[in-house]
């Protein structure tokens, strides 16, 4: 079965500072994989996507992503910080081979930004 | 385009009580799912609908059954809420072909007491 690391529970960084996210993935075949982002109180928002191709994959609000399969990792990078950047952020994997084509999420990494 | 609606936002209910999560999305997405979410504990999927008239569990789906009342609309049913089934619910729907992100509702914070 698939599965989703985010060993990171809690990151601060200061404002105007870069940001780097980790993600590590486990699945068996070609990985299809997804950053969220859900602030206070909101619903997930989908940041970026990787589904094939170039392996730095650009999002919404100035967030990249690189995936590295040698590493099975697809870690989150801003390089400026901005205080409306604090949320919680989730990796996940999308299971192509079920039927449900389920995400599988890891356990979020939850940002706080110093003015 | 409202894209995935969530009623209701909040709702406490006691042990025993029933209660029924509505979602619709108005993007004609083929697939509707059902998460949970929980401190510390990402999101877990609780039943899905791959298409119309579809209906299958996911990873947690003890204590809830679903509808699936059109291609709009998706419901999650509590038929004796317990404490343990206090979290955020949230919906999310899928493009039928050619995409593998879900697009997500607000969410429905309930709590059991």
């Known amino acids: 079965a698939q599965s989703v690391t985010q060993p990171d529970i809690h990151i601060t960084v200061s404002e105007g500072a870069s940001l780097e996210l980790r993600c590590n993935y486990s699945?068996?075949?070609?990985?299809?994989l997804f950053w969220y982002v859900q602030s206070p109180g909101q619903g997930l928002q989908l940041l970026l996507k990787?589904?094939?191709?170039?392996?730095l994959v650009q999002g919404i609000k100035g967030f990249e992503a690189e995936f590295k399969r040698s590493q099975s990792s697809f870690n989150l990078r801003k390089p400026s910080v901005h205080w409306s950047d604090a949320a919680e952020y989730f990796c996940?994997?999308?299971?192509?081979?079920?039927?449900?084509?389920?995400?599988?999420f890891g356990k979020g990494t939850k940002l706080s930004v110093i003015p | 385009n409202a894209g995935v609606t969530q009623t209701p936002k909040f709702q406490v209910l006691k042990t025993g009580q029933s209660m029924t999560l509505q979602c619709a999305q108005d993007?004609?997405?083929?697939?509707m799912y059902w998460y949970r979410q929980d401190p510390g504990m990402g999101l877990r999927l609780i039943y899905y609908?791959?298409?119309?008239?579809?209906?299958d569990k996911g990873e947690v789906p003890n204590g809830y059954n679903v509808s699936r009342l059109n291609k709009r609309e998706f419901s999650l049913r509590l038929e004796s809420a317990a404490p343990s089934q206090t979290s955020v619910y949230f919906c999310?729907?899928?493009?039928?072909?050619?995409?593998?992100?879900?697009?997500f509702g607000p969410g429905t914070r309930l709590t059991v007491t």
């Open positions: 999310a729907s899928k493009p039928g072909q050619g995409g593998y992100e879900q697009y």
């Open positions: 699945y068996g075949a070609t990985p299809y």
């Open positions: 990787y589904f094939s191709g170039d392996t």
């Open positions: 996940a994997v999308v299971d192509t081979g079920a039927g449900s084509y389920q995400l599988t």
């Open positions: 993007m004609n997405h083929n697939s």
């Open positions: 609908s791959a298409s119309e008239g579809t209906t």
